[in-house]
């Protein structure tokens, strides 16, 4: 089969004018490695987060006309992938998974471990909802306003979990002696 005479988009979908290729190369590329962090977060598997950043990017592409310039493209790319992300929860019918069992596991070892993965550790524990919060503002840099545009929640919900989820993080890096 000749990939040239099947096409999943008509070529009329797929191209875009030189100034606007640019653009997009210019000012959603740039923000790969973060979607690809935050697709970590969501999807806690390497090929599973690559293919959603794929989607992602590709969505983009396809939609770019939609963007506006001098907006945030950050928050824009995020809103796709988060909206990919629970797209394909709905189908598959899945639900985050938390690996207690193993992370409880890890934790009972005796051995000395560092400040770091005791961080990595504490955060793990954290529920879902404080981790994304979490991640999106302290790793991503991601304000109040974005985050809810983001997530579709209010501003005080967003700020109501940011400050418990540092206050639980801080309560069990303080049990393990870290602060």
Same mark, same amino acid.
């Given at each position: 089969?000749?990939?040239?005479?099947?096409?999943?988009?008509?070529?009329? =979908?797929?191209?875009?004018?030189?100034? *606007?290729?640019?653009? &997009? @190369?210019?000012? +959603?590329?740039?923000?790969?490695?973060?979607?690809?962090?935050? #697709?970590?977060?969501?999807?806690?598997? !390497?090929? *599973?987060?690559?293919?959603?950043? =794929?989607?992602?990017? &590709?969505?983009?592409? /396809?939609?770019?006309?939609?963007? !506006?310039?001098?907006?945030?493209? !950050?928050?824009?790319?995020?809103?796709?992938?988060?909206?990919?992300?629970? !797209?394909?929860? *709905?189908?598959?019918?899945? *639900?985050?998974?938390?690996?207690?069992? @193993?992370?409880?596991? /890890?934790?009972? #070892?005796?051995?000395?471990?560092? +400040?770091?993965?005791?961080?990595?550790?504490?955060?793990? /524990?954290?529920?879902?909802?404080?981790?994304?919060?979490?991640?999106?503002?302290?790793? @991503?840099?991601?304000?109040?306003?974005?985050?809810?545009?983001?997530?579709?929640?209010?501003?005080?919900?967003?700020?109501?979990?940011?400050?418990?989820?540092? +206050?639980?993080?801080?309560?069990?890096?303080?049990?393990?002696?870290?602060?």
């Amino acid at each position: 089969m000749d990939l040239g005479e099947h096409s999943f988009f008509p070529a009329h =979908q797929l191209a875009m004018p030189g100034n *606007r290729a640019s653009d &997009f @190369e210019n000012v +959603a590329l740039p923000h790969a490695a973060s979607l690809l962090r935050y #697709a970590l977060h969501l999807a806690s598997e !390497k090929s *599973r987060a690559e293919d959603l950043v =794929q989607e992602t990017l &590709f969505s983009a592409w /396809r939609n770019f006309r939609q963007f !506006k310039p001098g907006t945030n493209c !950050k928050a824009w790319l995020f809103r796709i992938l988060t909206n990919l992300h629970y !797209k394909q929860m *709905r189908r598959s019918g899945r *639900r985050p998974e938390v690996q207690v069992e @193993e992370q409880e596991a /890890r934790l009972a #070892a005796p051995e000395k471990v560092s +400040a770091s993965q005791e961080m990595r550790e504490a955060f793990a /524990r954290l529920t879902f909802e404080h981790q994304e919060v979490l991640q999106l503002a302290v790793i @991503e840099g991601f304000e109040v306003r974005e985050i809810a545009e983001l997530l579709q929640v209010p501003q005080g919900t967003v700020m109501s979990r940011l400050s418990r989820a540092r +206050a639980s993080l801080r309560a069990a890096l303080m049990r393990g002696g870290n602060i």
